[in-house]
């Protein structure tokens, strides 16, 4: 896989530096919350802040955004004061981006204040989440979410940027968010895989979980871990003549399965687990085995309350029986 972050169907945001003039702006509309946010969400920033939570603008958009993400992970958030939703997203990865602690910067923009950047973009509502990695997008949700959903979807965001070598770390910008309760501390059985996988030691990681799990067999953080950090080797030199296999052979399980892991670390997880069902379906014995195991591994990676597992996991027990 090129280390340089090109997945089909990214968007390039290097032409915005300058976004172009464009009459009105994207609404805040009812389906996401409607324009009820209440006076004073507009000077508080919708309640979101925190020391890795930057606000940009249109000017600042291409330092602050497209350059910042060169180094490292940058989530941006178009909101509304407007907008219920908005204002109930911001404070939750605000939150997150501070637990973190630098492996992403949480960046907002008010589509308010700045419509033609949110035109330029092509933001129809709000709230809505892209990460940007190398100046180029990939989409995350729209609407407001959970802690642990939202959670999810930054775990993910980080395994396709340690794919692609963005280790870097942000600097912070601004005090901490204010915490709803005290966060617990971090855990220190699982502090010597992620330190190796911040300095890219991927089979330093994959011993220190396996290490783990050898402990505590049924350790689901540690599993998960290491399924995303095998995810992430296995993609990281995959030859490009792999897909052109894997679609003039439907039973080459070797193809099937990078293609997979491919389309999966690039975000295109509904492709992955279809791909992978459909293999099942076309082979038998130990090759069906084999993908069925793989399949499996995928769905630790996305995170078993993830709405596409389980309707994957469904798919997959009519697949076999």
């Not at 895989?193 to 049924?218: C, F, M, R, W």
């Not at 070797?254 to 293999?279: K, P, S």
């Not at 195991?293 to 029986?321: I, N, Y």
């Amino acid at each position: 896989m090129n280390r340089d972050f090109t997945r089909p169907g990214a968007i390039d945001l290097s032409a915005l530096r300058k976004p172009p003039a464009r009459p009105g702006g994207p609404a805040a509309g009812p389906a996401q919350g409607g324009p009820s946010a209440g006076p004073g969400a507009a000077a508080a920033g919708g309640g979101a802040a925190g020391a890795y939570v930057l606000n940009v603008t249109e000017p600042t958009f291409q330092a602050d955004v497209i350059e910042r993400s060169v180094q490292h992970p940058v989530l941006v958030e178009f909101w509304s004061p407007r907008s219920q939703a908005s204002v109930s997203l911001g404070p939750v990865l605000a939150r997150l981006a501070d637990e973190y602690a630098g492996k992403f910067l949480l960046t907002r923009i008010d589509i308010d204040a700045n419509p033609q950047l949110a035109q330029a973009v092509g933001v129809q509502t709000v709230p809505l989440v892209i990460a940007v990695l190398r100046g180029q997008v990939v989409p995350l949700f729209q609407g407001a979410v959970a802690d642990a959903e939202a959670r999810q979807y930054v775990d993910q965001v980080l395994t396709v940027a340690v794919a692609n070598g963005i280790t870097g770390r942000a600097e912070p910008v601004g005090p901490a968010a204010p915490a709803e309760a005290a966060e617990p501390e971090p855990d220190p059985r699982y502090e010597a895989a992620e330190n190796a996988v911040a300095e890219g030691d991927l089979d330093g990681a994959i011993a220190a979980y396996e290490t783990l799990l050898k402990e505590t067999p049924n350790d689901a953080e540690a599993k998960s871990g290491l399924a995303r950090v095998q995810l992430v080797k296995r993609t990281r030199d995959v030859p490009a003549e792999v897909r052109t296999r894997a679609a003039e052979n439907p039973t080459d399980v070797e193809a099937q399965l990078l293609v997979a892991d491919v389309d999966l670390i690039g975000g295109h997880v509904e492709d992955a687990f279809n791909r992978l069902i459909r293999t099942i379906q076309a082979t038998a014995g130990d090759e069906r085995n084999t993908v069925r195991l793989h399949l499996l591994e995928l769905f630790e990676v996305v995170g078993s309350d993830d709405e596409r597992v389980v309707k994957a996991r469904r798919r997959l027990m009519t697949a076999l029986f």
